[in-house]
Structures are given as C-alpha cells and as structure tokens.
Antibody, heavy 118, light 110 residues
Framework: QVHLQESGPGLVKPSETLSLTCTIS????????WTWIRQPPGKGLEWIGN???????NYNPSLKSRVTISIDTSKNQFSLKVNSVTAADTAVYYC????????????WGQGILVTVSS | QSALPQPRSVSGSPGQSVTISCTGT?????????VSWYQHHPGKAPQLIIF???KRPSGVPDRFSASKSGNTASLTISGLQAEDEGDYYC??????????FGGGTKLTVL
C-alpha cells in the first residue's frame, strides 16, 4: 500500500497563502491521479482538486480562483496552494490517490490540520 | 458545487440494517456510474468501502452494499456492528474531471 504524508505549516494568517505538500512513498507519482480533499471542523469532506503528472490540474469551481495544485515528479511530491485564506479555510487537509481520472480515492494520507488565524 | 444532500444522522441496533441516501442531480449521480462511499472514523483517514455504485474493494465485508436509482445513491449496512459507528460520505463524479462529496451521515450504533 502506498504511503502518503501531508506536510506544511499548521497555522496561517488571514489573507496569506496556505501551502501544503504531499510526499508519496513506495510508488511512482507518475502512475496515478493525485487529489486534495479537506474537512472543515464539524463539517463534511470537500473535494479541492486533482492533478496528473502530464496534464493540467482540475479544481472545484467554488475554489478555482484561489487554488493551485502542482506536481514535482523528481521529488515524488505534489502540492497545494490556497491564496487569500480566511477562517473558512481552516480544515484538515488530506491528500489522496486515484488510479485514474474515473477511479475512487483508494489511498489517503492521515491529514494535516491547518488553522487560519492571526 | 454544492455538497450532495445526505441525512445528517442515522442509527440502529447491533444486527439491524440501516440505509443512507445520497441525493444528486442529473449532472452527477444521475449521469455517471462513478459513485463511491467512504467510511470515516474521526482522527483517521477516510476509507473507501464502495466504488462504481455497488462494488466493494477487497477486504470490505459484504455487509456493506450499495445501489443507485436515478439521481439517488444508497448505502446499506446490514448486521450492524459496533465498529461500523462513524461518518459515511458519498462521492460522485461531476464531469470535467471534478468530483463532489455528500454532506456526510453520522451512524450511531445503539
């Protein structure tokens, strides 16, 4: 089973940029679609977007203007940036794997809590 | 992109069955057979339990079953066990390489 690990700051100030990285172990990042999902406290899961190494990223329309997902095959990592954050962006952020664009998310990281606060 | 409506909570006694609905639209659940369900225990990573409407990954007990009719998907858990308690989310492909989750349902085993 592939191992996914999220990393990044646990605290971000309002209006700044949230940046997270997901590192993949025991598998090649070039073989799958990679996804970011988040869960605000007390709320449900929200799909943020996904990326495949040779294609452009796809985003949740409600977040598209503030989100960028990128991939670094040399480091076996993919990343998430959310601009102009507010308290509403406080959430546990998960990275997850899908075997293809139409496949479910069959492997997940443990998640990282990011709090937006001054 | 709004979350797919699910009942906020369901409950059942051990051994009983419960069904969780997931109401989509003709743009997501009704148009694609790419509905999946995830079990989420707080503090842990969500786990895939159903994909492609009604398929179970290896290792998932056959107590978990699912179906779809029109724009509504359903998950049924039979023979409830204490360890089934947790949150359940549906997820549907929504076209243009995007996905949408349901709002989540909290299952309580009485």
């Amino acid at each position: 089973q592939v191992h996914l690990q999220e990393s990044g700051p646990g605290l971000v100030k309002p209006s700044e940029t949230l940046s997270l990285t997901c590192t993949i172990s025991d598998d090649s990042i070039s073989d799958y679609f990679w996804t970011w999902i988040r869960q605000p406290p007390g709320k449900g899961l929200e799909w943020i977007g996904n990326i495949y190494y040779s294609r452009s990223a796809n985003y949740n329309p409600s977040l598209k203007s503030r989100v960028t997902i990128s991939i670094d095959t040399s480091k076996n990592q993919f990343s998430l940036k959310v601009n102009s954050v507010t308290a509403a962006d406080t959430a546990v952020y998960y990275c997850a794997r899908a075997r293809w664009w139409d496949r479910p998310f069959d492997d997940w990281g443990q998640g990282i809590l990011v709090t937006v606060s001054s | 992109q709004s979350a797919l409506p699910q009942p906020r909570s369901v409950s059942g006694s051990p051994g009983q069955s419960v069904t969780i609905s997931c109401t989509g639209t003709s743009s997501d659940v009704g148009n694609f057979n790419y509905v999946s369900w995830y079990q989420h225990h707080p503090g842990k990573a969500p786990q895939l339990i159903i994909f492609d409407v009604n398929k179970r990954p290896s290792g998932v007990p056959d107590r978990f079953s699912a179906s779809k009719s029109g724009n509504t998907a359903s998950l049924t858990i039979s023979g409830l066990q204490a360890e089934d308690e947790g949150d359940y989310y549906c997820c549907s492909y929504a076209g243009s390489y995007t996905w949408v989750f349901g709002g989540g349902t909290k299952l309580t085993v009485l």
